[in-house]
């Protein structure tokens, strides 16, 4: 919603032309709290009310968030630089330029939200029903009065779920893990020859991975982060470091992400939205993985989580079934914890079952279905495959 803040002259002489955005527009009362109430977007002032004001850098202390001023000509200076500016020598001007303004600010707001939507419904991270329980609940969490921690396994990619938060805010994300100590209060505050990160408006920010800070870090950033109330903090961090995050940021509502081996019945659909993301993106015609492959992702822990899906279902569509099950025994490598574990014997016993139809189905195949050449390839009797194929069929 755009955010409109009026001077009180201007309230009433403008509120009969502005009367049609209402539902469409929040809009200030007039009085002189207001203006402290909200991060304006649109902010209208008058002459009797203008105080002498001529720089940009005052205006903005009392509307650090406004995208664009209307000042009237009379106290315009050449002091004040900058685009967003719309000087207004009369109250006609003033209302047909204000319209024409809020119109578009409306409408890209419309087309804007629409886009979010429309990619946060195609963004296969959310793809299945197991997911649907705890988006309707941290959507619940969007008013909380605290700022959020997100707590998520490496390769969670957390940063999919803020956007899901706030779909109308333009998020802006701070990676902390790849800031040194030295380098974090330069690039968030600045310094006196150039303003930080935080000198800029912004609607939502989100620091990523902030279990890389060490403790004094760690307090700096808790206490800059509690003084930010005009806009959405989020901060993430990994589950095995959450206890020393937590000591710090222990009035932050603690979101925990859910690990994808805790979303099995989703692992087809994510598999599947993942596949066709990447051939519509690549133009590229990709045969599904089998039944046989689908259940052994769904025995599988994925302990790099999302990310390490996005990568075997890039591999697979490059790669093809049997090249892209080896990945498997390198994501072994990514276990940490127990439960992160599949069961081996299960496991093994599917994965070699899995390999061994890929192949056979592969030889006949290359032999054009021609089962004696088939058996005498796979160094097998004609009456074993035939078996073997009778067996694939019925699963």
Known sequence: MVKLFLD??????????????????????????????????????????????TSIEKLQVEFPFSRLFFLPSSVYSPKIHREDVIVFSDKNTLINNLITVLS????????????SNNSLCREPLFSGNEIKPFLRAIRGMKNSPLNLLFVGEKGSETHHYARFLYPELIIDTVDCGILSAESLRLYLEGDKFKGGFLSVPHQCVYFDNIHGLDTDDL??????????????????????????????????EQIEI???????????????DLISQFAQEHNLKIKYPTKSTLEICMMYSWPGNYTELKKFTRDYCLNGDLNTLQEFYKGIELVKTEDQLPQLSSFQKKLRNTVEEIFVKKVMEITENNRKKAASLLGISYKSLSKKLKLFEND
């Open 8 to 53: 009180n002259d201007l309230i009433r002489e403008t509120e009969h032309y502005l009367s049609r955005f209402k539902k469409k527009c929040l809009i200030s009362s007039g009085e002189s709290d207001s203006k402290y109430s909200e991060p304006w977007d649109i902010v209208v002032l008058s002459e009797q009310s203008f105080d002498k004001t």
């Open 104 to 115: 578009f600010q409306i409408e890209m707001e419309e087309k804007n939200r629409q886009f």
């Open 219 to 252: 307090l700096y950033l808790y206490s800059l982060t509690n003084r930010l109330k005009a806009f959405p903090v989020i901060a993430s961090c990994e589950v095995e470091e959450l206890e020393r995050v937590k000591t710090v940021f222990d009035l932050y």
């Open 258 to 272: 859910p690990p994808i081996r805790k979303r099995k019945d989703d692992i087809p659909f994510l598999m599947n």
